[in-house]
């Protein structure tokens, strides 16, 4: 006897779910990229280093002692590559249904693995420019790194539990690259050392 399967549609909630990433990135995006421009720009005055007069992005003290111009480089070009990772991951969450047997199939997973990323993001230059104009404190600006990371971690392996394929693993890894090894291992290293 030969059994047909039917395929169901996804549920509202299961729908619903693959958009919780897409929902929580909505207002973090925006505040990250103000948080950036206001300290590592010199977007606000209040901000502004006078050690920084005239550096740039690439020149900035805020590389947390890493000083050679071509490992700057470098860097910001696996930030370019992080940029792409997470817009495909982002797409890729929110068109694909809903997947099961994953913690990325638990909405509450989703918001708070994105949470941590996105806060620990937007932290991140507020909390170094704290340690580099008022106490000098290490820890602060490592920390929100750590919790960008361990946000970035959950979501690589939730990805990596539902065997997404190449292209979501490509870019989660893309992101992870940046965010867990680079900033979270090397700023924070380099940043504790000096």
Do not use: C
Not at 2 to 11: A, I, K, S
Not at 16 to 34: G, K, R
Not at 163 to 173: C, F, K, M, R, V
């Amino acid at each position: 006897m030969h059994t047909r399967r039917v395929r169901r549609e996804p549920t509202l909630t299961a729908r619903a779910m693959s958009y919780v990433p897409l929902l929580v990135s909505a207002p973090m995006a925006p505040a990250l990229a103000l948080s950036y421009w206001a300290v590592l720009f010199g977007g606000v005055e209040r901000f502004r280093l006078t050690e920084d007069a005239g550096a740039g992005y690439l020149t900035s003290g805020y590389w947390g002692g890493i000083a050679d111009p071509t490992t700057i480089r470098v860097l910001v070009a696996f930030q370019g590559l992080m940029l792409v990772g997470i817009a495909y991951w982002l797409y890729w969450i929110a068109t694909t249904p809903a997947p099961t047997g994953s913690l990325l199939a638990k909405p509450s997973f989703l918001a708070l693995s994105f949470l941590a990323f996105w806060l620990g993001s937007i932290a991140w230059p507020l909390a170094t420019w704290h340690a580099r104009a008022v106490d000098g404190s290490r820890w602060p600006p490592v920390l929100s790194l750590w919790l960008a990371a361990a946000g970035v971690l959950a979501l690589v392996v939730g990805t990596f539990q539902i065997d997404a394929g190449p292209l979501p693993s490509l870019a989660i890894l893309l992101v992870a690259n940046v965010v867990v090894l680079v900033d979270g291992v090397g700023w924070s290293a380099a940043f504790l050392a000096r």
